[in-house]
């Protein structure tokens, strides 16, 4: 079990960009069709930089980052995802990414532990996710 004093812990910085290549596959398998996700002049024209990613895509984050507090063998089920932008994210540009331990509520033998990615762009933050996940012993 994760023990609560645990919170407020972060994992490391890591960088993470996303070539437009993974953004279009994974608009492919959603079947999103706007083209602000797939072309680079449609997304230019509605004045971005470059495609967006999907509002959900920053959960693929996690892929790049390990929070200590997860190893863990308990089964982990996510029941809540919140995503919070202050600017889109875009194809193609470095993003520094860490994950926060917020909060741990435990019931009997289970966990409810409410994880928030941080997104940023240099210093300043971008975009978080907040996660809930559930851990079951």
């Avoid at 063998?73 to 860490?98: G, R, W």
Wanted: aromatic share 8%; proline share 4%; with cysteine.
């Amino acid at each position: 079990m994760i023990d609560e004093s645990k919170v407020g812990t972060k994992t490391k910085i890591v960088n993470v960009k996303v070539k437009r290549e993974e953004i279009q596959q994974l608009c492919h398998v959603i079947d999103e069709k706007n083209h602000v996700f797939h072309d680079v002049n449609a997304a230019s024209e509605a004045g971005f930089e470059d495609i967006l990613l999907p509002p959900t895509y920053p959960i693929l984050f996690w892929q790049h980052l390990e929070p200590p507090w997860l190893e863990t063998d308990a089964t982990i089920i996510q029941s809540e995802q919140i995503f919070s932008y202050k600017t889109p994210l875009v194809a193609n540009k470095m993003y520094q990414c860490q994950i926060e331990l917020l909060k741990v509520r435990t019931r009997e033998n289970k966990q409810f532990v409410v994880n928030r990615l941080y997104i940023n762009d240099g210093e300043k933050v971008v975009a978080t996710s907040d996660t809930t996940l559930v851990l079951l012993y």
